[in-house]
């Protein structure tokens, strides 16, 4: 009889609103042990195919089953420079998980029982964080004398790239715009899914491999791109991120406290707006927070304000409105479930069209009309039709917009020779991610794709590789 999967323990959702610890505890070796007997060790893994940076799951899920955590670890790390941080964000149900053997045939994310790859993967890494001390399987072997790379951007692709480069040997400089490292993995995610010691720690094994990081420092404004190589960087990656906020364009959008979700985010994840005054930054919070959008960003932020209310002692009332239904929600499944549990309620097919505001200039209700599913769209999905005569309002104190994000433009709008696309992501050479200008590289959100952690550090795999060969081709 088939084994049911081993979950790992979650902290009670009542306990965990009050605070930003993380929810998902770590398997305990013996939960790790139970799960990876499970796994079929197939002859032909399809769930490789289903990571986007490759890989060896069967063969790390092997070594966890002998007890061979080291080298788990060390097989993860072959390919993903980060595994406890993958194995804590990657949305594994549509990716390994959906493709691992167990899932049934056409569904739109992994079935319950695919093994938990994820979870697996998060042990290994946590395993590692303790035992293995930033041992690595590709430790520079030599070092390509004064050869420099500078890479803009410490999020998940510039540092994944920066990590494959110095492995490689090369001297790798980071660029970052904030005051702490860590992109889009630092300001976007609560601490309550990513702690910030887990993202610390693997930023600190760059450090260990020689990656130098220059803090406030935003490239296109401090400095512009061509005095990087007049400062004798041979090639520059870009993984600059996508920081715009994209607004819906709709009555009202101007009024006070509505937020887009990453400024909210960003005061509370990254600058602690949750302990302020002891943090210096605020963040407003109130009775009645809607939060627009069907993303893991709209669910952080649903669960963020949810936390919020609880700390300010309002009773908790937080509501996400989509536009489409629950099963076409891009949010990974955890997430959803894990905004459920807390309370989070969801209002399905529905698409504001107003926000009306006090004569203070204050966000207070919100107007919408219903909706049905039409057609597939272009991403595949049913498109949302809107019903005539449906309108409808909702009391609306906070509003919090995460309708998406567009690539950031600061770099961009100062560097005419590097081409972009309509939407403003950098166009890139696919096979090798090199950009519109010679040696310049890009990947991640800037040049656009599903915006996930694994999908950036995939695409900055491969230009790390491009940008190896080029330099080695050079020095033969
Ligand atoms: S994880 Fe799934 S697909 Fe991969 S080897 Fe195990 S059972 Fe097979």
Redesign the pocket.
């Known amino acids: 009889m088939k084994k049911p999967p081993t979950n790992p323990k979650e902290i009670d959702p009542k306990a965990r609103i009050a605070g930003f610890d993380e929810v998902v505890l770590c398997y305990t070796e013996k939960e790790a042990l139970a799960e990876a007997a499970?796994?079929?060790?197939?002859k032909n893994?399809?769930?490789?195919a289903g990571c986007p940076v490759g890989i060896d799951?069967?063969k790390f899920?092997a070594q966890i089953s002998a007890k061979d955590y080291k080298n788990a670890y060390l097989t993860i790390k072959e390919k993903n420079n980060f595994p406890s941080i993958c194995g804590r964000v990657c949305p594994a149900e549509y990716q390994?998980r959906k493709?691992?053997?167990?899932t049934k045939k056409d569904l739109p994310f992994a079935s319950k029982d695919?093994?938990n790859?994820h979870f697996l993967e998060r042990f290994a890494g946590d395993y590692g964080m303790k035992h293995v001390e930033h041992q690595s399987t590709r430790a520079p072997e030599r070092q390509i004398n004064g050869i420099r790379v500078a890479v803009v951007g410490s999020g998940p692709a510039g540092l994944s790239c920066a990590g494959e480069l110095a492995r490689a040997g090369i001297k790798v400089v980071i660029f970052e715009s904030l005051h702490k490292p860590g992109g889009v993995l630092r300001y976007g995610i609560p601490p309550f899914r990513l702690s910030p010691e887990t993202l610390d720690f693997e930023i600190a094994y760059l450090g260990k491999l020689g990656v130098e990081i220059k803090t406030n420092t935003i490239i296109g404004r401090t400095k512009l791109l061509n005095e990087l190589f007049k400062e004798g960087f041979h090639a520059v990656f870009l993984g600059l991120g996508a920081g715009t906020p994209s607004f819906m364009g709709i009555p009202g959008e101007n009024f006070c406290n509505i937020y887009s979700a990453n400024e909210f985010l960003t005061r509370v994840n990254f600058m602690g707006a949750y302990k302020f005054p002891e943090a210096h930054t605020p963040v407003n919070i109130g009775k009645d927070v809607i939060t627009i959008g069907g993303g893991n960003t709209a669910m952080d932020a649903a669960r963020v304000a949810l936390r919020l209310q609880k700390i300010n002692n309002i009773d908790t009332n937080v509501k996400v409105f989509y536009r489409r239904t629950e099963n076409e929600m891009p949010a990974r499944r955890l997430e959803i479930e894990h905004a459920k549990e807390e309370g989070v309620n969801f209002e399905f097919l529905v698409q504001p069209i107003k926000f009306e505001g006090d004569e203070n200039g204050n966000v207070r209700s919100i107007e919408c009309l219903r909706c049905r599913l039409g057609e597939p769209d272009s991403s595949g999905r049913r498109r949302p039709v809107t019903i005539e005569g449906s309108e409808f309002k909702s009391k609306c104190d906070i509003a919090i917009i995460a309708t998406g994000l567009l690539a950031n433009q600061v770099l961009t709008g100062v560097t005419p020779l590097l081409k972009t696309d309509k939407w403003g992501n950098v166009e890139v050479n696919p096979v090798t991610m090199e950009t519109s200008i010679k040696n310049v590289y890009a990947g991640g959100d800037i040049v656009g794709g599903e915006g996930t952690v694994i999908e950036a550090m995939g695409m900055a795999k491969k230009a790390a590789a491009a940008i190896i060969e080029r330099l080695e081709r050079k020095l033969s």
């Open positions: 499970r796994c079929l060790q197939c893994p399809t769930c490789i799951i069967k899920i390994c493709t691992c053997i167990f695919a093994i790859i």
